[in-house]
């Protein structure tokens, strides 16, 4: 049962998915090409995961990918999820504040509820009659 049926909500859960997928393939590709991001990487250094910088920001990249993509989106959103829970644990192991991925995996559930009306991940037949 879809809880929300107007177009609007639609629309602001699409542009909110986009806009942490845009924020994963960012994070993901300044790790890689070392611009920029120093603040990530110092973090990784002192939750002691500098070694797996790479494994890290190509997960972000392949998470935030998946998201846009409308076949691949339910499970960009679970990986998605993955991603930003393992950021919360990684920063609360080096005491930093859990604010900031907690407000983009808050956004992604919000985005994707917006946009399908429903917290369900399910694949679901968008079809008119």
């Not at 942490?20 to 920029?36: C, D, M, N, P, S």
């Amino acid at each position: 049962m879809k809880l929300l049926q107007s177009e609007r909500p639609r629309t602001v859960g699409r542009l909110m998915l986009r806009t942490v997928a845009l924020v994963l393939i960012l994070a993901g590709g300044l790790k890689l090409a070392e611009l920029g991001a120093e603040d990530m990487v110092e973090g990784l250094k002192k939750a002691k995961l500098i070694q797996h910088v790479t494994l890290i920001s190509v997960t972000a990249i392949v998470c935030g990918t998946l998201l846009l993509i409308p076949r691949t989106a339910a499970l960009g959103l679970l990986m998605s999820t993955a991603y930003w829970g393992g950021a919360i644990v990684a920063h609360l192991t080096y005491d930093d504040s859990v604010v900031m991925p907690a407000v983009f995996l808050s956004l992604l559930w919000a985005g994707h509820w917006l946009y399908t009306g429903t917290l369900a991940i399910a694949a679901e037949n968008r079809n008119t009659e």
